[in-house]
């Protein structure tokens, strides 16, 4: 079983998952969970959001990632976390007030200072792919890489090297979950999460 508080900072590895049917969400969130890739997020529409909480709200911790209107309706559907993409000052207060993790975005270090001056948990640092993880000791020797989650395009070796540097956690979509939502083979996915390891 997976202790969280909502305004917890997420640790480790984030799969950022797509919309799929109910039946493949669990087969993934299962082999994941089992692997110990315990932060998963859904996107903010996503309709089996509720069940999927229901399912499996006790050993992984999940969020939610997308266009953020409403914290409130979020967490009522049981989201531990947001990664918005774009986040004003009264989103990042409402999260705030509710208690949830949430993360601004930002690419450079200027935009890291600017959106750390909103009350957020940290930001996700995106695309990182763009930046390359020499960005992340960059942000180390500003003294900002622990309040940095890197997101967009990160493979296992630059997820494993924004990890040493200093980042609290690392957002891995497609490199990670590849063709698993979509009847890919599940014991491809289970590699994938050990390569992390």
């Known amino acids: 079983m997976i202790a969280t508080m909502s305004d917890a900072p997420l640790?480790?590895?984030v799969a950022l998952l797509d919309d799929a049917p109910l039946d493949d969400h669990i087969g993934v969130v299962e082999v994941l969970a089992q692997e110990g890739v315990t932060n998963l997020s859904l996107p903010t529409g996503a309709p089996d959001f509720e069940e999927l909480a229901s399912l499996y709200g006790q050993r992984v911790r999940l969020g939610a990632h997308g266009p953020v209107d409403d914290p409130a309706a979020l967490v009522a559907r049981g989201a531990d976390f947001i990664l918005p993409d774009f986040l004003s000052p009264d989103i990042a207060i409402a999260a705030a007030t509710l208690k949830v993790a949430c993360?601004?975005?930002a690419m450079t270090p200027n935009e890291t200072l600017t959106v750390l001056e909103m009350p957020v948990t940290g930001v996700q640092l995106r695309p990182a792919e763009v930046v390359g993880p020499t960005?992340?000791?960059?942000?180390r020797e500003l003294g900002l890489i622990g309040r940095v989650v890197p997101r967009g395009g990160l493979i296992s070796f630059t997820a494993k090297q924004w990890l040493k540097a200093g980042s609290p956690a690392v957002c891995m979509d497609q490199h990670l979950i590849g063709d698993a939502l979509t009847?890919?083979?599940l014991a491809a996915l289970r590699d994938r999460c050990r390569s992390l390891a």
């Open 11 to 13: 640790n480790g590895i």
């Open 103 to 105: 993360y601004a975005s």
């Open 135 to 139: 960005m992340a000791e960059h942000l």
């Open 183 to 185: 009847g890919g083979d």
